[in-house]
């Protein structure tokens, strides 16, 4: 299997891993769940390069799990929002979360999202999200 050529795989996991499988991919979906939108505030929330930011973002958009809306003409500008297959994608998120606060903990930076479990939901990341409109 070709990394390039996950999609077409007769797999269910390796065509998952082609729209989610990079760390980058994980990072902005964990960014959507925390109400982030724009591509200048993903950019300064997880230091990445435009060029890696836009190409991202075109991937999730072009396999339905993000949706471009316009809020500005001139330039255009866009907000990206998670779609119904995006958000399917939360207790995923949510589980590999918890395996890493089981399997990864690391004593100087503690646990993300402390009240986890599998499939379920996260107090701290629902707390952020209702926060993260302020930012």
């Not at 003409?73 to 995923?92: F, M, N, S, V």
Request: aromatic letters at 8%; a positive charge.
């Amino acid at each position: 299997m070709k990394w390039d050529t996950l999609e077409e795989e007769p797999c269910s996991l390796a065509r998952t891993v082609a729209v989610i499988g990079d760390r980058w991919s994980l990072l902005i979906l964990r960014e959507c769940f925390l109400r982030i939108r724009r591509f200048d505030d993903f950019q300064a929330s997880l230091g990445i390069t435009r060029h890696l930011l836009a190409d991202r973002l075109k991937k999730l958009v072009r396999f339905g799990v993000l949706r471009k809306i316009p809020y500005q003409e001139a330039p255009k500008r866009y907000e990206y929002i998670l779609t119904q297959k995006g958000l399917d994608l939360y207790p995923i998120i949510m589980s590999i979360v918890h395996w890493g606060n089981i399997h990864m903990v690391d004593a100087r930076a503690g646990r993300c999202c402390t009240n986890t479990r599998p499939a379920g939901r996260c107090s701290t990341l629902s707390w952020c999200a209702r926060n993260a409109a302020s930012r």
